[in-house]
């Protein structure tokens, strides 16, 4: 498992966006339209105000996040929030349509349902697609929880780790539309400028996350420690789950009164 996991995150970290996915032993799904989602309402009756729209990572599929115990996990703690699991695979990064169809087959029909407060969150995969969402729309993301997020590939995250992390670091040409992924770090630099609204975020990696070297230089100083997770692990479930759940104890996510009635 760790070592197939290992395959796919190299492949992913290369070319998530490149046309030439297969040899990443990948199975490039077609998009729909309407994104398919699994929605899990915290009541049967009345719906909450606040939204957890959750997106697996590459190999998964949102009946996956609920077997593995997230939803769960939310319910455990009280949080009054419903959440929709989006099926947002690797076939809507590849084709360019992400954001719009979670915009328009989420995140729309859920503002137009009366939710107030939409949070963000995924894994691997999906924990870039609530960064680059949130990106793309700042003003409909209440917050973000990105657990092993790829980012950028790794030459562009070795360029910020020999400017000395995210701060220091300025792209040595204009950005052109396609470079998705520079624009992402661009965006997380701006997290530290207090000028520069930003929907606050929780990110973390597991402690031999492959990534994961690269983590404390690129985020110092943009995220207060109190945003930055970590749990002993790799690129798998063990540590997303730990990650989870601490994520879930920082995050200000309103909770169900003893006395309240649903």
């Not at 729909?32 to 049967?44: E, F, I, R």
């Not at 593995?68 to 947002?88: K, L, M």
């Not at 661009?186 to 994961?212: C, I, N, S, V």
């Not at 002993?232 to 990650?243: R, Y």
Request: a positive charge; charged letters at 20%.
């Amino acid at each position: 498992m760790n070592r197939w996991r290992g395959v796919v995150w190299r492949c992913l970290a290369a070319a998530v966006l490149a046309a030439g996915l297969g040899g990443c032993g990948l199975l490039l799904r077609a998009p729909q339209v309407p994104m398919a989602t699994l929605t899990l309402p915290l009541s049967p009756t009345d719906r909450s105000q606040t939204l957890i729209v959750f997106m697996p990572g590459a190999q998964e599929v949102p009946q996956d996040i609920v077997r593995e115990g997230f939803v769960a996990q939310v319910r455990a703690r009280g949080i009054d929030a419903d959440v929709v699991i989006a099926d947002a695979h690797l076939g809507y990064f590849h084709n360019g349509s992400f954001e719009q169809r979670l915009h328009d087959d989420v995140v729309r029909p859920a503002r137009a349902q009366g939710y107030r407060s939409i949070w963000m969150a995924g894994i691997s995969l999906g924990g870039f697609g609530a960064l680059r969402y949130a990106r793309a729309h700042p003003e409909e993301v209440a917050g973000i929880i990105a657990l092993a997020p790829y980012v950028a590939p790794r030459q562009d995250l070795q360029e910020v780790w020999h400017a000395g992390g995210l701060q220091r670091w300025q792209p040595d040409a204009p950005l052109n539309p396609s470079q998705h992924e520079r624009a992402l770090l661009l965006w997380l630099k701006g997290h530290a400028d207090p000028a520069q609204a930003r929907p606050p975020l929780y990110m973390g990696y597991g402690e031999t996350d492959r990534l994961q070297p690269f983590m404390p230089p690129l985020m110092a100083g943009i995220l207060p420690p109190d945003r930055l997770l970590s749990a002993p692990g790799g690129h798998d479930w063990a540590p997303w789950k730990v990650m989870w759940a601490d994520a879930l104890e920082r995050v200000p996510l309103p909770r169900v009164r003893p006395a309240a009635t649903r």
